[in-house]
Structure formats: structure tokens, C-alpha cells
């Protein structure tokens, strides 16, 4: 009978840990696709950034060849 109390007392609280533990993953997850989301467009920048430093780069070379002639 005693342990039966103790149980029926226990499981509150069992609970309670489940559902902060499943609050915790849901939050991680949440973070580490932000996280993602975050490092997609900072390299979506750099390719732009670097796009735009070859065009120039291009566009110089060109210029030098025909002061050049």
C-alpha cells in the first residue's frame, strides 16, 4: 500500500522532467535550424562577394589589355 502512495505521489513529478526534457529538444532544435538558416545566407554573401571581386577582376584585365595595345 505504501508503495502504491509513493508511486501515485512519484509520477507527477516524472512527468514534469518529460516534459521539460522534450521542451529542452524541441528548443535545440529549434536553435540549430536557425543556426542553419543563418550560415546558408552568410554563404550565399560570400559567393555573391566573390562574383562580384571576379567581374571586377575581370573587368580590369580587360582594361589593361586594351591600354596595353
Known amino acids: 500500500m505504501n508503495q502504491?502512495?509513493?508511486l501515485l505521489l512519484c509520477l507527477p513529478l516524472a512527468g514534469?522532467?518529460?516534459t521539460e526534457t522534450a521542451t529542452?529538444?524541441?528548443a535545440?532544435?529549434?536553435s540549430a535550424a536557425?543556426?542553419?538558416q543563418q550560415a546558408q545566407a552568410t554563404e550565399?554573401?560570400?559567393e555573391q562577394q566573390l562574383d562580384a571581386a571576379q567581374q571586377a577582376a575581370?573587368?580590369?584585365r580587360e582594361a589593361a589589355?586594351?591600354?596595353s595595345q
Request: glycine share 12%; proline share 0%.
Open 58 to 60: 575581370a573587368a580590369q
Open 34 to 36: 536557425q543556426a542553419a
Open 65 to 67: 589589355e586594351q591600354a
Open 4 to 6: 502504491r502512495i509513493f
Open 28 to 30: 535545440a532544435g529549434k
Open 24 to 26: 529542452t529538444g524541441a
Open 16 to 18: 514534469c522532467g518529460l
Open 44 to 46: 550565399q554573401r560570400v
